[in-house]
């Protein structure tokens, strides 16, 4: 069965509707505009949806949300561990994570901003997540952008993954293996970064583990 789509005048109403039930586009016509006669247009179309590309979303820095155009994934998807690899029950979580980590970590929280252990750390070497010990980040790809939170262009090929939020305003980022909330992650704020991307990432989430240590 066909569909009608109503194309109403700016100045009356800037939307284009689409309607499968007549009866409802009589209904939908008058509470649009009671009492005015409207200038509508119908055509038919086929019932077969079509799809656009969802937008992505980035933020300042001062948590203010606009909508930005999607553009294409870089980087290799090599997985250095296999997602969902290590899977334990809230019991298993909080009897090896403190109860912060599992706030965090398990129940997607949010540390205080300036509060982190590793905000202003820039030494050499990995960051792995808190929760399984898998590798999600290199010191070289962190940087300062006053957000209150540690800070990186790129993470490991494979070793994060993105989940828009439920609101769509956000995109929510975790590790690959274990599913450990790690915070969110920006794009085009116009950070001075190969990738334009700002992981903004819990402290509580992570382990930083120095390049010269020999564990």
């Known amino acids: 069965m066909g569909s009608q789509i109503l194309r109403i005048p700016p100045f009356s109403y800037p939307k284009t509707l689409v309607f ?19 200038n509508a247009q119908f055509r038919t179309r086929s ?62 929280g949010t540390e205080y901003p300036g509060t982190g252990e590793y905000n202003k750390l820039y030494d050499e070497g990995i960051y792995t997540c808190a929760g399984c010990g898998t590798p999600l980040y290199k010191s070289t790809t962190k940087f300062d952008s006053g957000c209150g939170w540690p800070a990186f262009f790129d993470g490991l090929p494979g070793a ?35 990738t334009d991307e700002r992981h903004c990432v819990n402290s509580v989430s992570l382990k930083f583990t120095p390049a010269d240590s020999s564990s």
């Not at 209904?27 to 009671?34: D, I």
């Open 20 to 38: 499968s039930n007549p009866t409802y586009l009589s209904r939908s016509l008058q509470k649009l505009s009671p009492g005015r006669t409207l």
């Open 47 to 108: 019932s077969k949806p079509r799809f656009s590309p969802a937008p992505t979303f980035s933020a300042s820095r001062f948590g203010v949300v606009f909508p930005q155009n999607q553009r294409s994934f870089r980087g290799s998807l090599t997985a250095m561990a296999a997602p969902g690899s290590v899977q334990k029950s809230d019991e298993e979580w909080r009897a090896v994570l403190s109860p912060e980590q599992f706030r965090i970590l398990r129940k997607k």
């Open 160 to 194: 994060i993954n993105r989940h828009p939020d439920p609101d769509g305003r956000r995109v929510e980022i975790t590790c690959a293996a274990c599913g450990g909330h790690l915070g969110h992650v920006f794009k085009g704020e116009g950070f001075r970064t190969p």
